[in-house]
């Protein structure tokens, strides 16, 4: 799930903050390069691929890549919202 949106599902969800680079074609020629960050909430059910798959449709989308453009991803970091320790230093 590649949104802010709560699943459809109950139970426990997790936040996630993800980047993505991905390349396509310019029709004018050469490549374009485009990188988009954001947020995505999962239920604890979600597989990795589940949540890749979402989320480079959601990069895709807000990057405006065409769905039948061939667009490679060159970067992709998927990481929990919140820091696993939050005691103060």
Known sequence: MASDQ???ETGPVTKWFWVVTL???HPGGGNIVGTVPGTSVTPV???RRDA???IIAEARRLLGIPPQEHAPVLFYSLE???FA???PS
């Open 23 to 25: 390349q396509w074609p």
């Open 6 to 8: 709560v699943p459809a």
């Open 45 to 47: 059910s979600c597989t």
């Open 52 to 54: 890749y798959e979402g």
């Open 80 to 82: 929990p919202m919140a």
């Open 85 to 87: 320790d939050r005691r």
